[in-house]
């Protein structure tokens, strides 16, 4: 079955220091994807990236980046010069063996102090 | 905004009641998921339709249940309210239902059991 750790419950950081968030996971696909989510204080669940189990190459998007590396299960979040609006809860999640329902990790509560 | 949109956004009944909880999905996304958040249980998938059909079901209640209508909207029954059934209510669509698309969520139906 599948299954999604987030072992940071919360993390709290100052604005403009860089923070990382650690996602682990188990599956016995050899093909699957790799979600991250954000959830910020109004309680929406926004998309942030999927990655391809084929594809190893970290990923950025201006301040945001992802590291994934098949050898640990791991796929990594992390935020460069925190902001304050990057407080929220990032979830990792990936699809069911075989359908597209996803299987969330616990969550990581991230605060962003000015 | 993701394009899916679900009501109502707030909903307070007392136990023993039944809801009904209504979503639109993206133009032109043929999948429609229902997830539940809970304190304790974390984001937990409970059913898909894909183009009216049931296509995967998760850790759905029997006192729950769900359906998806020519029109590609979905509605969540839900009956015999317990106090533990509060709880936000997220639905999300995606485009295809065999794929690892990104899924789009709703913006939730809080559901509040007195």
């Known amino acids: 079955a599948q299954k999604v750790t987030q072992a940071q419950t919360e993390i709290s950081v100052v604005e403009k220091e860089d923070v990382t968030l650690d996602c682990v996971y188990e599956?016995?696909?050899?093909?699957?994807?790799l979600f991250w989510y954000k959830q910020p204080p109004s309680g929406e669940l926004v998309f942030l990236i999927r990655?391809?189990?084929?594809?190893?190459q970290n990923e950025i998007s201006g301040r945001y980046s992802w590291n994934f590396q098949k050898s640990t299960s791991s796929f990594n979040f992390t935020i460069t010069a925190s902001q304050v609006v990057d407080s929220a809860v990032y979830f990792c999640?990936?699809?069911?063996?075989?359908?597209?329902?996803?299987?969330f990790g616990k969550g990581t509560r991230l605060s962003v102090i000015a | 905004d993701s394009g899916v949109t679900q009501t109502p956004k707030h909903l307070i009944t007392a136990t023993g009641q039944r809801v009904t909880l209504r979503c639109s999905p993206r133009?032109?996304?043929?999948?429609v998921y229902w997830y539940q958040q809970s304190l304790d249980q974390g984001l937990q998938f409970l059913i898909q339709?894909?183009?009216?059909?049931?296509?995967a079901k998760g850790n759905i209640l029997e006192r729950f249940s769900a359906q998806q209508f020519p029109d590609l909207h979905s509605e969540l029954n839900l009956s015999s309210l317990e106090l533990g059934d509060s709880a936000l209510y997220f639905c999300?669509?995606?485009?295809?239902?065999?794929?690892?698309?990104?899924?789009?969520f709703g913006p939730g139906t809080r559901l509040t059991v007195l």
């Open positions: 999640a990936l699809p069911h063996s075989g359908n597209t329902p996803l299987v």
């Open positions: 133009s032109g996304d043929l999948s």
């Open positions: 599956t016995r696909d050899t093909t699957y994807y």
């Open positions: 990655r391809n189990s084929f594809d190893e």
């Open positions: 339709y894909y183009n009216g059909e049931e296509r």
């Open positions: 999300a669509s995606s485009g295809r239902g065999g794929t690892y698309n990104e899924q789009f």
